[in-house]
């Protein structure tokens, strides 16, 4: 059974950076795509960034050029490094992975039954 476990959110000011990291347990496939999702209370969940086992990447809008998705296969880990940060990034994030959709379709529609969702780490940036 596949499991995804998140660290590395915490509280930082505006302008900081943070990494997350996502840990994939028991993750033996080869054609795969893995996401960050970020939810506010009350809010729909939102696809971040995501990437495939061939290292293409896709982000939203609103992280281009502050955000980097990256994973280490050998380590089975997936990383978003977040760098000038905003109180509109507070969220919980949670990591994302499915052995069907594409990068850009995770983002949209999320994972399929065939899929997994971690459990969230929680991100506050304050003013």
């Known amino acids: 059974q596949v499991q995804l476990q998140e660290s590395g959110g915490g509280s930082v000011q505006s302008g900081g950076s943070l990494r997350l990291s996502c840990a994939a347990s028991?993750?033996?496939?080869?054609?795969?795509?893995m996401a960050w999702f970020r939810q506010v209370a009350g809010k729909a969940r939102e696809g971040v960034a995501g990437?495939?086992?061939?290292?293409?990447?896709t982000y939203v809008n609103s992280v281009k050029g502050r955000f980097t998705i990256s994973q280490d296969n050998a380590d089975n880990t997936l990383y978003l490094q977040m760098n000038s940060l905003k109180p509109e990034d507070t969220a919980m994030y949670y990591c994302?992975?499915?052995?069907?959709?594409?990068?850009?379709?995770?983002?949209?529609?999320?994972?399929?039954?065939?899929?997994?969702w971690g459990q969230g780490t929680q991100v506050t940036v304050s003013d």
């Open positions: 028991q993750f033996t496939y080869s054609s795969y795509s």
């Open positions: 994302a992975a499915d052995p069907i959709r594409t990068p850009e379709a995770l983002l949209d529609y999320g994972p399929t039954q065939r899929g997994w």
């Open positions: 990437i495939d086992n061939a290292g293409a990447t």
